[in-house]
């Protein structure tokens, strides 16, 4: 299993701390998807970000125990996290974390389940995912209300669920002058960039090698007549499979 490094923080990055993280073998971060406040990502900072080669990975959190609020503060913040997604230029298809960031007791995670699921339907062209402990891993999983699991080590007393996209490992540390939160991940992490995707390979209806096993039939046939008007369709179906297959004309 591959196995990436990243790290969290609350702080933005600037051109010479995300370079400085990329140096020292960073792949992703993981920034704050909130409307407003200090910890809040923008699109200049997402745009630093990506021209620096991390990936990022959006989480939403306003208050460590929000999801409390169950289904009506889901709903509410899933229509935040939209609004605040197209604001940073966030492409559709990647995923939005959502924040359990206590320590959530059983009694709770009824709750919990109904504020992810909620966030969920509210986030219909991203996908879902969600931060918190071993056991909101298991009970989220097991209810089937996202795709995407970030578990921290936090409140987990030693136990790591098997299916988790993210793992936070260490909390508090300070690197380049800000403070951070280690994390590793092992695909399927949801991320994403602003820097649009180099265009696909070309993709020809036609393999060259078939092409080339047709054209001597032509240049036979080419060659079988003295009519000027047939010499010049042989030619032009001749070009014709060279286009269809990437080849220049002759």
Same mark, same amino acid.
């Given at each position: 299993?591959?196995?990436?490094?990243?790290?969290?923080?609350?702080?933005?990055?600037?051109?010479?701390?995300?370079?400085?993280?990329?140096?020292?073998?960073?792949?992703?971060?993981?920034?704050?998807?909130? @409307?407003?406040?200090?910890?809040?990502?923008?699109?200049?900072?997402?745009?630093?970000?990506?021209?620096?080669?991390? +990936?990022?990975?959006?989480?939403?959190?306003?208050?460590?125990?929000?999801?409390?609020?169950?289904?009506?503060?889901?709903?509410? $913040?899933?229509?935040?996290?939209?609004?605040?997604?197209? +604001?940073?230029?966030?492409?559709?298809?990647?995923?939005?974390?959502?924040?359990? $960031?206590? $320590?959530?007791?059983?009694?709770?995670? &009824?709750?919990?389940?109904?504020?992810?699921?909620?966030?969920?339907?509210?986030?219909?062209?991203?996908?879902?995912?969600?931060?918190?402990?071993? #056991?909101?891993? =298991?009970?989220?999983? +097991?209810?089937?209300?996202?795709?995407?699991?970030? +578990?921290?080590?936090?409140? #987990?007393?030693?136990?790591? #669920?098997?299916?988790?996209?993210?793992?936070?490992?260490?909390?508090?540390?300070?690197?380049?002058?800000?403070?951070?939160?280690?994390?590793? #991940?092992?695909?399927?992490?949801?991320?994403?960039?602003? /820097?649009?995707?180099? $265009?696909?390979?070309?993709?020809?209806?036609?393999?060259?090698?078939?092409?080339?096993? /047709?054209?001597?039939?032509?240049? &036979?046939?080419?060659? &079988?007549?003295?009519? @000027?008007?047939?010499? =010049?369709?042989?030619?032009?179906?001749?070009?014709?499979?060279?286009? &269809?297959?990437?080849?220049?004309?002759?």
């Amino acid at each position: 299993m591959k196995v990436t490094k990243g790290f969290d923080c609350s702080t933005p990055l600037t051109v010479p701390t995300a370079a400085a993280f990329v140096n020292d073998g960073y792949l992703f971060v993981a920034r704050y998807l909130v @409307p407003s406040g200090f910890k809040a990502l923008t699109k200049s900072e997402a745009d630093v970000i990506s021209k620096a080669g991390l +990936q990022l990975v959006s989480v939403f959190e306003t208050t460590a125990n929000r999801a409390l609020g169950g289904r009506t503060a889901g709903l509410a $913040d899933g229509a935040t996290a939209l609004q605040v997604a197209k +604001q940073v230029g966030q492409p559709v298809g990647s995923c939005i974390y959502f924040a359990v $960031d206590f $320590d959530a007791s059983s009694t709770q995670m &009824a709750t919990i389940i109904a504020y992810i699921q909620a966030a969920s339907e509210a986030t219909p062209a991203y996908t879902t995912g969600v931060y918190g402990s071993y #056991s909101v891993m =298991e009970a989220v999983r +097991q209810a089937g209300v996202c795709s995407h699991y970030w +578990q921290t080590y936090a409140w #987990s007393g030693g136990k790591k #669920s098997a299916f988790i996209q993210i793992y936070q490992y260490l909390n508090d540390v300070t690197e380049h002058g800000i403070g951070i939160d280690h994390d590793e #991940s092992y695909g399927n992490e949801g991320w994403w960039n602003t /820097i649009s995707p180099p $265009d696909p390979p070309v993709s020809y209806p036609l393999a060259a090698s078939d092409a080339n096993a /047709i054209i001597p039939f032509l240049s &036979a046939g080419y060659g &079988a007549t003295s009519s @000027p008007d047939a010499r =010049e369709e042989f030619h032009r179906l001749a070009n014709e499979l060279r286009k &269809a297959s990437g080849q220049p004309e002759q």
